[in-house]
Every structure is written in C-alpha cells, then in structure tokens.
T-cell receptor, first 114, second 116 residues
C-alpha cells in the first residue's frame, strides 16, 4: 500500500502570514491524484485542493496553493494570508489510479495566532 | 444537496451492546466508504462499496464489525458486541465513479462513538 507522510504534527502561523505544510508519499505508480483535506474542530472533512500527477502546473485555490514535486514525491500546501478560520487539522491524501480508496497522512494541526 | 448525512452524531454505549451507525450518501454517488479515525491510528479505511457491492473489506478489524448497503441511498456499519477500543470517530464518505477520478470524497460529519 502507498504511504503518505506528514512530518509536522503541529504548525503555527501568525494571522496574515504564510505557512507551508509538508507531505511526502511513496508510490511506484506514475499517475495518481493528491489531495489536501481540512478538518476544523467541527470534525467535518473539507476538500481544500487537489492535484493530478500528470499535470505539471501546481494547483491553486484562492489563498491555497501546492508545490508538487513529482520526482521528489513531495506535495506541500501553502496557505497565504492566513486567517483564524484556517485553524484546523490538515490531511494529505493519495489516490491510486488503480483503486478507489484514499491513503491519508497522519495530519498536521495548524494554529493561527491572532 | 444536503451532503453525506450520518447519524447519530454522537453515540455512547456500554461495552457488549450493539451499535449501528448510519449513512446516506450524496444522490448520484455510487461509491461509499467507511473510515475510522483515532488519535493513534489516524484515518483507517474499513470498507468500501461500489454500486452497493462491497469491494474491499480488508480494513474491517474483526468479525464484530459488519457493513451493509441495501440500496444506493443507505448504508450501515454495525458493531456487535462493542468494546471500549472501538471508541473513535467513524466517517462515511461518498464519491462518484469506480474508475479513478480526480474527484475527492465528500465526507459526512462523522459519528463519535464512545464505548464505556
């Protein structure tokens, strides 16, 4: 099975500043999908952004962007202009092209300091 | 669309009792997933269905766990008998398509199960 590693259990950022959350994964497949999910205290899992491995261009969704380095198997999430509402647990996830399930990392807890 | 609906939101039960968690996927989604989330193990896939058929149940911990999907709009996860180590948040998620797609899951709000 693929493994997804988030090496930062906790991160903090000042409001309005930028923070980057790290994610690496291990796979032998050449085509796959990568995702970042946000889980606020409400417990709801919310899709933040996704990246198709065959696309070289990094995905962007408003203040959220990724740095996808396929050769390095790295998929970091950058949050710009951090807001208090960004405080949450963030999960990186891998989806295989040959299966329907996701593989999740262990999560990074983000604190936003006012 | 109301999203993926799970019930109950919280469940507290005594050890040995039967627990049934319920899920209504998004209309039109044909894949349904049950996950368990704990601090120690993170998010674990328990089972997933495609077109109401169980495809992979290798994540189901043991025979005490069972899941059904009698139709496209309803699924249950049952634990009988429950044990304290089953305490966790159980998520249901749904998705469209069996073949790999760029679409992510849509998760329900989860059921927090506490077995005392």
């Amino acid at each position: 099975a693929q493994t997804v590693t988030q090496s930062q259990p906790e991160m903090s950022v000042q409001e309005a500043e930028t923070v980057t959350l790290s994610c690496t994964y291990d796979t032998s497949e050449s085509d796959y999908y990568l995702f970042w999910y946000k889980q606020p205290p409400s417990r709801q899992m919310i899709l933040v952004i996704r990246q198709e491995a065959y696309k070289q261009q990094n995905a962007t969704e408003n203040r959220f962007s990724v740095n996808f380095q396929k050769a390095a198997k790295s998929f970091s999430l950058k949050i710009s202009d951090s807001q208090l509402g960004d405080a949450a647990m963030y999960f990186c996830a891998y989806r295989s092209p040959t299966g329907n399930q996701f593989y999740f990392g262990t999560g990074t807890s983000l604190t936003v300091i006012p | 669309d109301a999203g993926v609906i799970q019930s109950p939101r919280h469940e507290v039960t005594e050890m040995g009792q039967e627990v049934t968690l319920r899920c209504k996927p998004i209309s039109g989604h044909n894949s349904l997933f049950w996950y368990r989330q704990t601090m120690m193990r993170g998010l674990e896939l328990l089972i997933y269905f495609n077109n109401n058929v169980p495809i992979d149940d290798s994540g189901m911990p043991e025979d005490r766990f069972s899941a059904k999907m009698p139709n496209a709009s309803f699924s249950t996860l049952k634990i009988q008998p429950s044990e304290p180590r089953d305490s966790a948040v159980y998520f249901c998620a749904s998705s469209f398509g069996r073949r790999p797609s760029p679409y992510g899951y849509t998760f329900g709000s989860g059921t927090r199960l506490t077995v005392v």
